[in-house]
T-cell receptor
C-alpha cells in the first residue's frame, strides 16, 4: 500500500523564522512528488519534483527530493503571517497504462505563523 | 478559461438520499479524479479516470459511482448517502501524457453534510 508521511503535523513559529517541513514516502511506480498549500479552499500547487537532488525554488520557498532515501523537504525562509496554511505533500504514481495516476497525500502540516 | 468547476459548493442531505456532485474542466485534460478530505486527514482518492469511457477505483471507492462520457465532465454519484460521507469533496484534472508534466489542478470543493 502506498504511504506518505508528513512531519510535524502542526507547527507554530514566529514571523521571520525559517521552517522545514518533512515528507517521507513508500510507493510503487513513483512518478513525481508534489507540494501543495491549502488555505480555506482548494489546494494550490507549489512544486513538483521528479529528479533527486535538484532544488526547486520560488521566492522564499524551496524544496528538494531525495529518491534514494525516499523523502522531500519544503523550506520557508523569513516566514510571514500569510504563510499560515496546511502544507500537503503528495506522491504521483505511474498508471499501469502509462502516464499520470492518482495522488497519495500525506495528512498535511498545519503551519501557524504568529506576528 | 474557468479551469476546474465544481457544483454545488454546499449541500445538506438526509441519510439514504442520493445526489450527484458535478465536476467540469475546460482544459481538455485526459485525467480527472475525485478526492475527499476529512478533518486532520490529507486528501484520499475516491475514483479517477484517464480518459472518456475509462474509470477506476482509488483508495476509498465504496458508496460512490462515477462515469466519464465526455472529456470535460466527471460526475460523482452518492447512491444512498450515509453520515460517514460527510466531507469536503475535491475534483482535480491534469493532462495524462504531457511532456511538460503538469500538476493536477483542483476545483474549489463541495462541502457535503449528511444528517
Amino acid at each position: 500500500e502506498d504511504k506518505v508521511v508528513q512531519s510535524p503535523l502542526s507547527l507554530v513559529v514566529h514571523e521571520g523564522d525559517t521552517v522545514t517541513l518533512n515528507c517521507s514516502y513508500e510507493v510503487t511506480n513513483f512518478r513525481s512528488l508534489l507540494w501543495y498549500k491549502q488555505e480555506k479552499k482548494a489546494p494550490t500547487f507549489l512544486f513538483m519534483l521528479t529528479s533527486s537532488g535538484i532544488e526547486k525554488k520560488s521566492g522564499r520557498l524551496s524544496s528538494i527530493l531525495d529518491k534514494k532515501e525516499l523523502f522531500s523537504i519544503l523550506n520557508i525562509t523569513a516566514t510571514q503571517t500569510g504563510d499560515s496554511a496546511v502544507y500537503l505533500c503528495a506522491v504521483e504514481v505511474e498508471y499501469s497504462g502509462g502516464g499520470a495516476d492518482g495522488l497519495t497525500f500525506g495528512k498535511g502540516t498545519h503551519l501557524i505563523i504568529q506576528p | 478559461n474557468a479551469g476546474v468547476t465544481q457544483t454545488p459548493k454546499f449541500q445538506v442531505l438526509k441519510t439514504g438520499q442520493s445526489m450527484t456532485l458535478q465536476c467540469a474542466q475546460d482544459m481538455n485534460h485526459e485525467y480527472m479524479s475525485w478526492y475527499r478530505q476529512d478533518p486532520g486527514m490529507g486528501l484520499r482518492l475516491i475514483h479517477y479516470s484517464v480518459g472518456a469511457g475509462i474509470t477506476d477505483q482509488g483508495e476509498v471507492p465504496n458508496g460512490y459511482n462515477v462515469s466519464r462520457s465526455t472529456t470535460e465532465d466527471f460526475p460523482l454519484r452518492l447512491l444512498s448517502a450515509a453520515p460517514s460521507q460527510t466531507s469536503v469533496y475535491f475534483c482535480a484534472s491534469s493532462p495524462r501524457f504531457d511532456s511538460f508534466h503538469q500538476p493536477q489542478h483542483f476545483g474549489d470543493g463541495t462541502r457535503l453534510s449528511i444528517l
